[in-house]
């Protein structure tokens, strides 16, 4: 079992390598909780209690964890401590198991002290979001923390992502998210932390993206709720090992049943996108 000390890389390769490769996405909203687990707590109480009851019934099935900080910061201070115990309960129950959190952070230098103080110290998470538009020089307090994964925004899932991310820049006409893609793998990665979001809702783009990072681990959000598919994910996003994906799925695996069965519906629907991913890989 991996140890709390191991990297990010090094927690992510453990469950490919054995066969795990969806991640939870952990994007509670109050409004949309099941009657029985509101019942009886209050708002930072349901929503702990609903994202611990999920990591438990998919925490054999999964490669990550991905609360996204928005759902949490919504809810102001009880939001935000129920992010916190949510985090500290997965990697306590289930170490070998890295948490992601999506917080799409960056900024100057000295400001990104702050938020690996936060993300990484304060919230313990072992990896964070954050977009490239600052370059890499302000990006050195993420880049310099090796135990730490940084998930740097590529090509995003959303119909309008195109508008930046599919500019043709530079001497070659390329679009920017490739530039963006290649820059990172070559020129970012010099601690092997890095990693890059490209979403299922684009697999042709996902399949230049592969070509130009190599192995690089890719989180590729966009699979349920947003219709990416899952055949063409697979054989565009897997590495030349097979594996290199973070294949999230969020609103498709937490409210797969909004009754008291909301923990077993969500294991079900992780063994079943994780079973399709399987047999699509190789
Ligand atoms: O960084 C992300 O995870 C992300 C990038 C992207 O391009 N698209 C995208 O949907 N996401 C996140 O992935 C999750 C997708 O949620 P569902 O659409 O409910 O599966 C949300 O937390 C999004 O913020």
């Known amino acids: 079992m991996a140890r709390e000390s191991t990297t990010f890389l090094a927690q992510l390769e453990q469950r490919w390598q054995q066969g795990h490769f969806v ?13 029985v687990v509101k019942e009886g707590r209050s708002l930072e ?18 490669c990550a964890y991905k609360p996204n900080i928005a759902f ?6 009880a939001g935000l401590r129920a992010l916190e115990k949510i985090i500290a309960y997965s990697k306590k129950s289930w170490p070998e198991i890295p ?33 490239p538009y600052l370059g890499k020089e302000a990006m050195a ?4 923390r090796q135990d730490k994964g940084v998930i740097v925004l590529a090509k995003t899932s959303n119909p ?3 508008e930046f991310q599919d500019l043709l820049i530079g001497e070659h006409k390329e679009p920017l ?29 996902l399949k230049r993206a592969r070509e130009v990072v190599g192995d690089l ?17 697979v054989k565009a996003g897997q590495d030349s090992r097979g594996w290199g994906m973070i294949i999230n799925s969020s609103r498709g695996i937490i409210y797969a049943s909004h009754s008291a069965d909301f923990a077993q519906a969500a294991r079900n629907a992780t063994v079943a996108l994780d079973a399709e991913i399987n047999r699509h890989r190789g």
Do not use: M
Not at 45 to 62: H, S
Not at 116 to 123: A, E, H, I, Q, T
Not at 141 to 144: A, D, E, G, I, V
């Open 23 to 35: 991640c939870v996405g952990l994007d509670p909203e109050y409004e949309r909780l099941p009657a």
């Open 45 to 62: 109480e349901a929503l702990t209690y609903f994202a611990c009851e999920l990591i438990d019934a998919t925490a054999d099935l999964v």
């Open 72 to 77: 949490y910061e919504a809810y102001g201070d």
């Open 99 to 131: 948490v992601i959190l999506d917080a799409k952070r960056a900024d100057i230098g000295n400001t990104n002290l702050g938020y690996v103080k936060s993300s990484f110290d304060l919230l313990q998470a072992d990896a964070i979001t954050v977009h």
């Open 141 to 144: 307090p993420f880049l310099s």
């Open 160 to 162: 309008g992502s195109g």
């Open 177 to 205: 998210y490739l530039v963006v893609a290649r820059n990172v793998a070559r020129y970012w990665n010099d601690n092997g932390n890095c990693a890059l979001v490209v979403g299922a809702t684009y697999p042709s783009e």
């Open 217 to 233: 681990p890719l989180l590729i959000p966009g699979i349920g709720a947003q219709g990416g598919d899952v055949a063409a994910t």
